[in-house]
């Protein structure tokens, strides 16, 4: 079965601190990757995505991920944390397949807690 | 530009009850999937409709069932209600994409506590 996994469950950073929350995926074909963040109190909203082309992709407000297709891997990283990202970060995979309908499978979050 | 709505935003109900979601999907949008996600958790995949018909399923049992209106809003029921049921019910929609890539747009979810 498809799966995804965060490895960090929870970090805590400093604000200007560099941030990097690694995603792993168990799925052979082609896939479609995803961030989506959750700040407190409001829905999901897309951070990035990836569906081919150029592996580094950059998202909203200074987040980039590269998918590394040989370690099934799509990290999210940003140079320089705000407080203001303080949020709960999930990775998402949706596979291509013959009977696709988008279905998202996600990883089980990060929460993200950086200190003014 | 609407985005995703649901209604309502909390429930409370009661063990063996029922209860129905609702969600309107962003507007152009034809496609509604429903998540759950418990606390802690990231979402899990229900299922999702398109054209009025339920076209993929994930590991929920037949408690939790759907339906889709010909204006593309949804409905999520889920009968004989458990405690384990408690969770945040995600709404998302999306457009059907003849490459087969949905971009899904989240709604703010429904907080359902089952006591």
């Known amino acids: 079965a498809q799966s995804v996994s965060q490895h960090n469950h929870h970090v805590i950073l400093s604000e200007a601190a560099s941030l990097e929350l690694g995603c792993n995926y168990s799925?052979?074909?082609?896939?479609?990757l995803f961030w989506y963040v959750q700040y407190p109190g409001q829905h999901l909203q897309l951070l990035l995505k990836?569906?081919?082309?150029?592996?580094l992709v950059k998202g909203i407000k200074g987040f980039e991920a590269e998918f590394i297709k040989s370690k099934f891997s799509f990290n999210l990283r940003k140079p320089s944390v705000q407080w203001s990202d303080t949020a709960e970060y999930f990775c998402?995979?949706?596979?291509?397949?013959?009977?696709?309908?988008?279905?998202?499978?996600f990883g089980q979050g990060t929460t993200l807690q950086v200190k003014p | 530009d609407a985005g995703v709505t649901q209604s309502p935003t909390h429930l409370i109900k009661t063990r063996g009850q029922q209860v129905t979601l609702r969600c309107s999907p962003k507007s152009g949008h034809d496609t509604v999937s429903w998540y759950q996600q418990a606390l802690g958790q990231g979402p899990q995949f229900i299922f999702q409709?398109?054209?009025?018909?339920?076209?993929q399923r994930g590991n929920f049992p037949d408690r939790f069932s759907g339906h889709q209106f010909p204006n593309y809003s949804s409905e999520l029921n889920v009968n004989a209600l458990l405690l384990g049921d408690s969770a945040l019910y995600l709404c998302a929609s999306s457009l059907r994409e003849t490459s087969g890539f949905y971009e899904q747009y989240f709604g703010p979810g429904t907080r359902l506590t089952v006591t």
């Open positions: 409709y398109y054209e009025e018909e339920e076209r």
């Open positions: 998402a995979v949706n596979s291509h397949g013959s009977s696709n309908t988008g279905k998202l499978i």
């Open positions: 990836y569906f081919s082309g150029d592996p």
């Open positions: 799925y052979g074909g082609t896939v479609n």
